[in-house]
């Protein structure tokens, strides 16, 4: 079984900064991309970035100059730094990752989500 779990959400004043991690535990042979996507109430979930194993990047056009995607491919954990925060970008954000188990193909797993709150 795969886990994903997320950290470093919460409250954060506009124009402030917060900090997502997210790490795969359990019996993982490869993990391909990671990504991070969100959902506001009454709001369809969207990608925010994207991360190969390679480390090539996407971002969302809402994000890009603000939001840095990265990874520790040694940890099993994603990053996603949010400089200067917008009411906006308030919403959960989930943890995505294609994991690949010994003898499987790669499936795709989300963690719980933690709540971003910008707000004055």
């Known amino acids: 079984q795969v886990q994903l779990v997320e950290s470093g959400g919460g409250l954060v004043q506009p124009g402030g900064s917060l900090r997502l991690s997210c790490t795969a535990s359990?019996?993982?042979?490869?993990?391909?991309?990671m990504g991070w996507h969100r959902q506001a109430p009454g709001k369809q979930r969207e990608l925010v970035a994207g991360?190969?194993?390679?480390?090539?990047?996407n971002y969302a056009d809402s994000v890009k100059g603000r939001f840095t995607i990265s990874r520790d491919n040694a940890k099993n954990t994603v990053y996603l730094q949010m400089n200067s925060l917008k009411p906006e970008d308030t919403a959960v954000y989930y943890c995505n990752a294609l994991v690949a188990q010994r003898g499987s193909n790669y499936r795709s797993y989300w963690g719980q989500g933690t709540q971003v709150t910008v707000s004055s």
């Open positions: 991360i190969t194993s390679g480390g090539n990047t």
């Open positions: 359990g019996s993982i042979s490869s993990i391909n991309g």
